[in-house]
């Protein structure tokens, strides 16, 4: 599983590049000033953040598929840092939000707690953080061999609760790719109350 995205990143990009992002982007542009800067954890095929730049932000991908990486500079025109989340020092960037589109639906669920609080160091005071997660109970294993971890809403907030987050919108949809996903979304901001 570990290896998935750089395997198949050529599939991967074309399945995931034409989806419109608008929806679930929108409320976090919305709350930002012009030139805002951004950092998409986990930016794919560069989809979010070819929309991000095209709105006038200054987005930074940050993936771990080299294959991906490469193709999402190459589509979006905006640089890409290959890195892990385990092990790169997120405290070493400093940006108005972060986005986690689908990129945390792997990380086990024990572990993250712990990650998110590692790559919400590279967030500015009272940044805003947009994060997609699968919702459900356990974890699924795909036909290809890819495990996704399924959360419920009251689980989530309680994590971010404890990381001082407070949710701004929440909303489900269904998946554009498999209409037995519903994908939940959040829209956060840091509370130092």
Known sequence: MTN???ENHKQYFQDTVNIDPSGFLEPLAGRLTPGASILDVGC??????????EHGFQPTGFE??????????????????EGD???????????????????????????????????CKALEPGGYILITLKKGSGSR???????FVLWSKDELERIFTRQKLKVITFSESVSAL??????MSFLLRQSHA
């Open 178 to 183: 498999r209409p037995d996903d519903i994908w």
């Open 141 to 147: 294993i795909a036909d290809d061999g890819r495990v």
């Open 64 to 81: 771990h598929s080299p294959g991906l990486a490469a193709l999402a500079r190459q589509h979006s025109g905006c640089p890409v840092i």
């Open 4 to 6: 998935f995205y750089q």
């Open 85 to 119: 989340f385990f092990t790169f020092d997120f405290s070493s960037i400093s940006v108005s939000a972060l986005v986690f589109v689908g990129s945390m639906v792997h990380v086990a669920r024990d572990d993250f707690p712990r990650v998110f609080e590692r790559i």
């Open 44 to 53: 794919g095929s560069g989809r979010d953040l070819r929309w991000f730049r």
